[in-house]
């Protein structure tokens, strides 16, 4: 699994979906999109964030929230030959709904002018953590599972931590394009087929992913090729299946398309799971 591919494992999004990362040996990614507000928790190496020429590093003891429509790149750097990092990925409906249950504690966490991506993980959180990620696994009904992962943020938000979460970065349209285009990534999609999906008119739809900063092209890519860093992370099928799977009928494009947007061919990302 990988820090995308949480998003695409079921058509109806759950409130909570949980997931491991595994490497053997390092994993260097471009470009990696997060479309759900994410939770990670290194257990073991180190995770490396890059921001230009700046970088921040997260090891065992600390949380990496990301929120959602944002851009990583990133190392998973193994320690002793071994990576893992697990990954919570949470519904924006949630992250609402506490908040707006508990406004005197996210009021004083969200004025944070600059949030941080990297956050201390006290005791509580972790025990807590242990539950969500237990209780996700275990498909745990949503009513539950979203009682205890509001308990996850909000011992979080008390010690000051996590408001990076509330940052969605991703605008109204462009959202509805990605969650629709996650459900069938294979398919040849026209910009009229995902119009009248949308119920919106061809030449709005381009104008207002425009005004958006995006394009139909470059998203359907994008959902693509995140969708295909999942799936090889997380499953053993051959990389020509996932570059069918992903609308790819070639699977020399695809490795070139993939090599291009996060600086690892397929093979070699598979190679070091």
Known sequence: MSESSV???????????????????????????????????????????????????????????VPAGMELELLNQPEGGQYVCEVLQLAPALLAHCRDSHPEVFGTLLAQTAPALIAPLDALPARLWDEVFGAAAQHEPDALLQHRAEGLL????????????????????????????????GRNWSVDELAGALG????????????EGCGFRELLEQVRLNIALGLLQGSSQPVARIAEQCGYA????????????FGMSPQALRASC
């Not at 409130?15 to 990614?29: K, R």
């Not at 070639?250 to 947007?261: C, L």
């Open 154 to 185: 909000l011992a979080l938000a008390l010690g000051g931590h996590g408001a990076s979460l509330f940052v969605d970065r991703t605008a109204p349209l462009t959202r509805r394009v990605q969650q629709l285009l996650q459900l069938q990534p």
């Open 200 to 211: 919106v008119g061809a030449s709005t739809l381009r104008r207002q992913l425009a005004q």
């Open 7 to 65: 998003q695409t494992a079921a058509v109806q999004l759950r409130v909570v979906q949980q997931g491991t990362i595994t490497a053997s040996a390092p994993q260097h990614l471009r470009r990696v999109m997060c479309w759900q507000p994410l939770l990670m928790r290194v257990r073991r190496g180190r995770k490396v964030l890059y921001d230009g020429d700046a970088s921040q590093s997260a090891g065992v003891g600390q949380l990496i929230a």
């Open 250 to 261: 070639s699977p020399s494009r695809f490795a070139v398309r993939f090599r291009s947007r």
